[in-house]
């Protein structure tokens, strides 16, 4: 099983809600990162979990919390968001990401809106 | 930070065309990955190169490495339609980076 799964498919948010998205792995992957896409650009990278332990931030506001309770799953959670946050979600994982540069399975990401 | 630079930004071609990306970096890198993402879709692993000079083949596609590890290239041949969407290098050096990408358009 090569397969990420990402729920919800379509997320829609008022500004002053609390909402999570949720990204599952079974390939026995040690780590999982959270991207952020805008249209017609490149992800960029939010979160690294590597062994269940948060290793990256790249600086991301604290609206967004991630969590990694176990090691097949990742969450984000998102409150008081802005409309600039509005996005394509994607969630990765690699078998590992101390010292390496591993191939990252994607999954199918979530589109969220920000009203 | 960080900035990995691909030209072209947009290429149409027709069907049977070649087509070329290439990415350029700052940095000498230690190894560098493609990935492929179709419209409305997420990105797919592609390949990953790690030598200096290498060069990598996957039927139509030709990847290649810089002999100062700086840049690389994508190299279709004969292009189809299902080779439609946008290829990114991503690389690790520092930080994960993905380049801006080039968008790829096939009219049949």
């Known amino acids: 099983d090569t397969e990420v799964t990402q729920t919800p498919k379509h997320l829609v948010m008022g500004m002053t809600n609390k909402k999570s998205l949720k990204c599952e792995q079974h390939?026995?992957?040690?780590?999982m990162y959270w991207y952020k896409q805008k249209a017609k650009k490149p992800p960029e990278l939010m979160f690294v979990?590597?062994?269940?332990?948060?290793?990256i931030n790249e600086s991301v506001p604290s609206r967004f919390s991630p969590e990694c309770p176990n090691s097949s799953l990742l969450n984000l959670h998102l409150h008081a968001l802005q409309p600039e946050d509005s996005a394509l979600y994607l969630c990765?994982?690699?078998?590992?990401?101390?010292?390496?540069?591993?191939?990252?399975?994607f999954g199918p990401g979530t589109r969220l809106l920000v009203l | 930070g960080q900035q990995v630079m691909q030209i072209p930004q947009y290429q149409h071609v027709q069907e049977g065309e070649d087509f070329t990306t290439y990415c350029n970096s700052s940095?000498?890198?230690?190894?560098i990955q493609w990935y492929k993402q179709r419209p409305g879709g997420h990105p797919v692993f592609l390949i990953q190169?790690?030598?200096?000079?290498e060069v990598k083949k996957q039927k139509r596609l030709t990847f290649q490495f810089g002999e100062a590890k700086k840049n690389s290239s994508l190299h279709i041949t004969a292009t189809q339609t299902t080779d439609v969407g946008t290829y990114f290098c991503?690389?690790?050096?520092?930080?994960?980076?993905f380049g801006t990408g080039t968008r790829l358009l096939v009219s049949p």
């Open positions: 940095t000498t890198l230690s190894n």
């Open positions: 990765a994982s690699s078998q590992e990401a101390a010292g390496g540069f591993e191939t990252q399975y």
């Open positions: 979990y590597s062994y269940e332990k948060l290793s």
């Open positions: 390939m026995g992957h040690r780590a």
């Open positions: 190169l790690v030598k200096s000079g």
């Open positions: 991503l690389i690790g050096f520092q930080k994960l980076v």
